[in-house]
């Protein structure tokens, strides 16, 4: 006996693209560059500024900060990305989960 399918066709591609998935991370990651406060510095007179890499997130409605070294720059900002990409792939996932429901109970009226 075939079992009842619990996914459309469309839930099934998310799925699909929600297992290549590759390490994520929630929060955001930016870079900014500022002066360091010494008058001796370069950065007080002609520059460059410091750059800062910065991993931000939210915790217990907390806002925390991580100092990101340049050697993680990238691999922290592909992880931040995959995080996204999660977030949009499980909103999308949850929207095909109601129409599934929402088709199925109109299959179950008729
Ligand atoms: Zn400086």
New binding site residues.
């Given amino acids: 006996m075939a079992r009842s399918p619990d996914v459309s066709p469309a839930g099934r591609r998310i799925l699909a693209r929600l297992r290549t998935l590759g390490p994520f991370l929630e929060g955001s990651f930016t870079v900014s560059t500022k ?4 008058p001796t ?4 007179t002609e520059g460059p ?2 750059e800062t890499a910065l991993l931000t997130w939210k915790e217990a409605q907390k806002t925390h900060t991580l100092y990101i070294p340049q050697a993680w720059r990238e691999t922290v900002a592909a992880w931040v990305e995959e995080g996204k990409r999660l977030k949009q792939l499980s909103h999308a996932m949850s929207v095909a989960q109601r129409q599934f429901l929402i088709a199925r109970r109109r299959q179950h009226a008729r």
């Fill in positions: 002066r360091c406060g010494r510095c370069r950065c007080a500024l410091h």
